[in-house]
């Protein structure tokens, strides 16, 4: 699944030259380096998903043209939002000045320069991505996941421990033993224990989603004076698809926290869409708008989707009561590869009523080449040959001010301008998965 050489178009757009002069050389201690370190090389390390090495020039080297040729096609480092539109936090793109100098290090050779312009090399956790984490939450169980099997049923796993008081989260990450045995896991809390483990299913319980393990995701980091509450007597749940790799791989995941410090005013939480009326011709495109009600007047803080190999592009939007319509973010260029959870840097905020909106595409026909068989249509389904379109965003209450005292994930008092608040269960309508009212469908060349 995360793979750097992938089927691409046999011919290649051009790509106009760096702005570099002629007589000026470009190597990779001294120029391209700090490129890589800064932006690459999480991913582009030992034990990592990226495919080798750039940490150094031995690694590095034998890989410049595939280099060049994602770099210049903007398919690496992987960011697939319109950051015209939208700012983001996270947005791991590159600047076209570094661009430019990568281009020009490849197109002059690749060389590698004098040893002493080589910076230090950035150092990583050989595990956690977050850093040691304060609590780390156990599988219960290990999974055997089958060699080369990809229709692999979706595992319930249940985690330990339970949770026996509230708890204030400002960090996690999910940990897999081996990421690329798994394609995505969701994870929940709830008051009992799920058979099966789903994110409808916490909800209709009482319980809530946390957040996904998602192909090239990285820690979830909450802003300053926000944090995830999981109250007490909470079961921590995760449902995984698990794919086979050329070896039978032995999985156990964890799930690693980061435990808030000092004043909370803002519980983060998420809501989103679901929908399952997808139906897609062979050789066919399909379009889908879907939306929800906000119950509460929220600050929006991220957007994300997760759909299959057809998945093409999408968009959140917001429709507020009096008809205005606000972007979230816009992802024309969706890869199932690298699914994002896009962090706004400017948060929006929306009054009661307003309507959560997604608009999403796919394109089953020869002109994607992810698409796994044209010819055959397409409906809703579990596994990578069906499609998928659930949607989420992490959001606040816009009017909560808490004023907890939290030690050590724990509320330990309160500041005197606390606000006192009620934490309802449900931010928004049901999603579409429950009413399931008729899509619009699209065919052929359209």
């Not at 926000?226 to 086979?244: C, D």
């Amino acid at each position: 699944m995360h793979q750097f050489l992938r089927v691409v178009p046999a011919v290649i757009a051009a790509v106009s030259g760096p702005v570099w002069a002629a007589d000026k050389p470009v190597t990779f201690n001294k120029d391209v380096a700090p490129i890589v370190f800064a932006n690459c090389a999480s991913c582009h390390r030992p034990g990592e998903i990226g495919p080798f090495s750039l940490l150094d020039y031995e690694s590095a080297r034998p890989w410049a043209k595939s280099i060049r040729q994602f770099v210049a096609e903007r398919k690496m480092p992987p960011w697939h939002a319109d950051s015209s539109k939208t700012r983001f936090l996270n947005d791991r793109s590159l600047k076209q000045a570094n661009v430019d100098t990568i281009i020009a290090w490849i197109d002059q050779g690749a060389k590698q320069g004098d040893p002493a312009d080589l910076p230090a090399a950035p150092k990583f956790n050989d595990s956690w991505a977050m850093g040691e984490p304060d609590l780390v939450f156990e599988s219960t169980r290990e999974f055997e996941v089958p060699a080369g099997e990809q229709n692999i049923e979706y595992q319930s796993i249940h985690l330990s421990p339970q949770v026996t008081e509230d708890l204030y989260i400002t960090e996690w990450e999910i940990l897999p033993s081996n990421r690329k045995s798994v394609h995505h896991a969701n994870l929940v809390r709830a008051p009992v224990e799920l058979q099966p483990v789903g994110i409808g299913q916490a909800v209709m319980k009482g319980g809530d989603y946390i957040g996904s393990y998602l192909p090239g995701g990285r820690p979830m980091r909450y802003p300053a004076g926000t944090a995830l509450r999981i109250p007490a007597g909470s079961n921590i749940q995760i449902q995984v698809h698990y794919v086979g790799q050329d070896q039978p791989i032995t999985d156990r995941l964890r799930f690693g926290v980061r435990l808030a410090q000092g004043r909370v005013d803002q519980i983060v939480r998420t809501c989103g869409t679901d929908d399952y009326a997808i139906k897609i011709e062979p050789n066919g495109t399909f379009t889908m708008d879907t939306e929800v009600t906000l119950n509460f007047p929220m600050t929006i803080l991220s957007s994300g989707a997760h759909m299959h190999t057809r998945g093409n592009a999408y968009t959140t939007s917001v429709i507020l009561p009096d008809g205005t319509q606000k972007l979230i973010a816009d992802v024309p260029r969706y890869d199932w590869n690298w699914q994002s959870n896009y962090e706004l840097a400017e948060p929006v905020q929306v009054p009661q009523g307003t309507k959560y909106h997604v608009h999403a595409f796919w394109d089953n026909t020869s002109n994607n080449p992810e698409a796994v068989d044209p010819t055959k249509a397409v409906t809703y389904g579990p596994w990578t040959e069906n499609e998928m379109l659930t949607t989420w965003s992490h959001v606040v209450l816009t009017d909560e001010k808490l004023g907890l005292k939290v030690e050590h994930g724990r509320v330990v008092g309160k500041f005197d301008d606390a606000v006192d608040s009620v934490h309802p269960a449900i931010l928004q309508t049901l999603p579409n998965t429950f009413s399931m009212p008729k899509k619009t469908q699209t065919t052929g060349d359209e």
